[in-house]
């Protein structure tokens, strides 16, 4: 369809429509007009030449009827009118040298008729009559039906042409400023699904058409929405936040009774366990927070250009002698032209990789490699971590960069399901996107961060 059809643009689509309509409708309007005076061209021609064929036929005299058409021969010119009359005896009457024998209305060319010595008409409407004692064929010259075609044809180009330029022109015109509303509109959309949620459509003032109409519609979506995650970002914090301090003083008291009083040996590992859940709790609010710190965009002033290498180099080393020791291979590699730059927070770019690489080590088998790379393409950097555990269900990870969603099949295991959405998050504030595919076996979680100079630009 692409190859049949490439223009993408819905007005400038339209306006090639109207433009097609408009030459067809002009077309068949002069069309129609040149067959209908053609047709009364043509009735006169076969009148006049009804009318000739009359006059001989009403001269009955043979000698009578043979001296005059003698006479008109010689005062009669060819390429006007031509007159054959063939007797049943005697020599042809004509005043060219040949004529084709018709009897109805026929139009000849003039390769069909003998001019003799002199010039003859493109095209003749001819028609035959026995006539005396004789056949007598009238031709009228059709010189003035092919003029009319001219003519039309001339009052087309000079006429159609510069209506047709002054349409186009005002239709590109017209189609270009829609298509660049257009653009607005769908670039706020885009804006707007990939969270920025202050992104909204300029409106002419005091414009009242349907694009108007359909972008100040947007921006109050916008608008709603904007406020709505707000309110939800906010309540979201203030519960974490609220529930963080009372929970910290908890696992407070518990330290203390476990330090300041003796317990026995079934209670001593009841409070280690409640200890354990609310630290769990704790880290939990916190990353609620956090996660909403990113949502709100509120760290992206502290942007700058990061090495995103130096950063790998530093998470593999420092997550590496504990990988050891659980019995897991942490592994390293780099391919393409340095600097693997990439404008961001070194702090939340080094908590991607960081969670990434725990979220391995939680699910993997031991003896596992971990694989961590750095690639470019298209001039943009790629940062994977690859592992051969159980992976995730391709139905299932859209749901796993939710807040708070886990598998079944981890909900045995450590974590409180934020570790993802922490990725997903940070992904989104620096542009990134991230993508989870088949390791063939086990996961395979690629970033692909946007080229730094047009980060750098959008972010001015």
């Known amino acids: 369809m692409r190859r049949l059809w490439p223009i993408r643009s819905t007005p400038l689509r339209l306006t090639v429509v109207f433009l097609a309509i408009l030459i067809l409708s002009s077309a068949a309007s002069f069309a129609t007009a040149y067959l209908v005076i053609r047709a009364n061209f043509e009735s006169t021609l076969e009148d006049e030449i009804d009318q000739i064929i009359d006059t001989y036929k009403a001269i009955e005299d043979q000698n009578v009827l043979i001296d005059r058409l003698n006479e008109d021969v010689k005062i009669t010119d060819p390429e006007l009118t031509i007159l054959h009359y063939l007797p049943d005896r005697g020599s042809i009457i004509a005043n060219v040298d040949s004529l084709p024998t018709v009897d109805d209305f026929t139009i000849l060319d003039e390769k069909a008729i003998g001019a003799g010595h002199d010039d003859i008409s493109a095209s003749y409407l001819a028609k035959g009559k026995r006539v005396g004692k004789g056949q007598l064929t009238v031709a009228k010259t059709r010189e003035q039906v092919t003029k009319l075609g001219e003519i039309i044809l001339s009052v087309v180009l000079i006429g159609l042409l510069p209506t047709i330029l002054l349409a186009s022109g005002a239709g590109a015109l017209t189609a270009r400023n829609a298509r660049r509303r257009i653009d607005g509109i769908q670039k706020t959309l885009g804006e707007l699904t990939a969270g920025h949620l202050a992104a909204r459509v ?98 992206r002033d502290r942007f700058v250009p990061t090495d995103l290498q130096r950063i790998a180099e530093d998470v593999v080393d420092f997550l590496g002698a504990n990988a050891e020791e659980k019995g897991y291979r942490l592994e390293f590699t780099s391919n393409g032209t340095k600097p693997f730059n990439a404008l961001g927070d070194r702090h939340l770019l080094t908590q991607v990789l960081a969670n990434l690489i725990e979220n391995s080590l939680r699910h993997t088998p031991i003896g596992s490699t971990i694989r961590v790379d750095l ?21 299932e990870r859209e749901k796993v960069l939710r807040r708070l969603y886990r598998l079944e099949q981890s909900r045995t295991s450590e974590g409180n399901g934020l570790g993802l959405s922490l990725v997903a998050a940070i992904c989104n504030l620096h542009g990134a996107q991230l993508l989870l595919a088949d390791n063939n076996p086990g996961l395979r979680v690629r970033i692909e961060f946007p080229d730094f100079e047009e980060t750098a630009v959008a972010m001015h």
């Open 375 to 395: 690639s470019r393409h298209a001039g943009h950097v790629i940062l994977s971590v690859t592992d051969n555990g159980p992976g995730i269900p391709v139905h």
């Open 202 to 299: 300029s409106v002419v003032a005091h414009d009242r058409d349907d694009l108007t109409a359909i972008s100040a519609a947007v921006n109050t979506m916008a608008t709603a929405q904007e406020a709505l995650i707000a309110s939800m970002r906010q309540i979201s914090a203030d519960i974490a936040h609220d529930l963080k301090t009372p929970i910290q003083r908890v696992a407070v008291i518990l330290d203390e009774i476990t330090t300041k009083t003796v317990l026995s040996e079934g209670q001593d590992a009841l409070l280690d366990q409640a200890l354990s859940e609310t630290d769990r709790i704790v880290k939990t609010f916190q990353a609620l927070l956090q996660l909403a710190q990113i949502e709100g965009g509120a760290v």
